[in-house]
């Protein structure tokens, strides 16, 4: 089962840095980034729509010019908001980035700088309409849609867009049947929750997923992690 750090082990390092991918890249064979697209049409390394959780400032992600996120600081940590370009040259080659695209009219922009980069990336998305972009790329990327409810509606849509992978909620993985359900269609079932304990690894491993997210990677037992040399 693959562990993938949810955007880059944010219980220990600040969500969404270089600094987080990096530590992340080290242990785990994949990380997960949130990307979004500035004021000034750059691809960024973030989660919230507005900036003020993760960096004190006001204002909202799509309005802010990049010239003006690049000075701000991520949960004061000195690190700050990458571009997604830097985040997948700084990602070692046999590492998996995991990208949500967390808003539509972004999914052939970030599979350029994929191509570009040389990066080995998986998409998903809890919005059909971003996948959906992906086809018009004519690129074979793994991709899936993330779902929290209705495990039978969302596996069909999953097969209107051709996605390779499902990622469904920690809990639907767990007190439904969505995994074998999956695995009858031909997909890799990915959960997503960040899990948080080695029990929640231990319990998504008996549950047959293959992968999960999450916020530490000590919550994975050493024959699923990477080598930490510093």
């Not at 010239?67 to 700084?90: F, H, K, Y």
């Not at 004519?138 to 991709?143: A, I, M, Q, R």
Request: charged share 30%; proline share 5%; hydrophobic share 40%.
């Amino acid at each position: 089962m693959e562990i993938i750090g949810h955007r880059g082990c944010a219980d220990q390092v600040p969500e969404n840095t270089l600094l987080a991918i990096r530590e992340a890249a080290r242990r785990l064979p994949a990380v997960e980034i949130d990307v979004r697209r500035c004021g000034s049409g750059e691809l960024v390394a973030f989660h919230d729509e507005t900036l003020e959780r993760v960096t004190g400032a006001d204002g909202r992600v799509a309005e802010t010019p990049w010239t003006d996120l690049r000075d701000l600081e991520v949960l004061e940590s000195g690190e700050s908001i990458p571009r997604l370009e830097t985040v997948l040259r700084a990602v070692p080659d046999d590492v998996t980035v995991q990208i949500e695209l967390k808003e539509r009219g972004i999914a052939s922009d970030t599979l350029q700088l994929a191509m570009t980069t040389g990066a080995d990336v998986r998409v998903s998305s809890f919005l059909p309409e971003a996948l959906a972009e992906i086809e018009s790329t004519y690129l074979n990327v793994p991709n899936g849609l993330l779902f929290g409810d209705e495990p039978e509606a969302n596996l069909s849509r999953a097969d209107d867009l051709d996605c390779t992978h499902v990622f469904p909620h920690y809990d639907l993985c767990v007190e439904t049947d969505i995994v074998s359900a999956a695995r009858e269609r031909g997909y890799d079932v990915i959960a997503w929750k960040a899990a948080q304990t080695t029990d929640d690894v231990r319990t998504l491993r008996e549950a047959g997923v293959d992968g999960v997210t999450a916020d530490r990677w000590d919550v994975a037992p050493p024959s699923l992690r990477m080598s930490a040399e510093s």
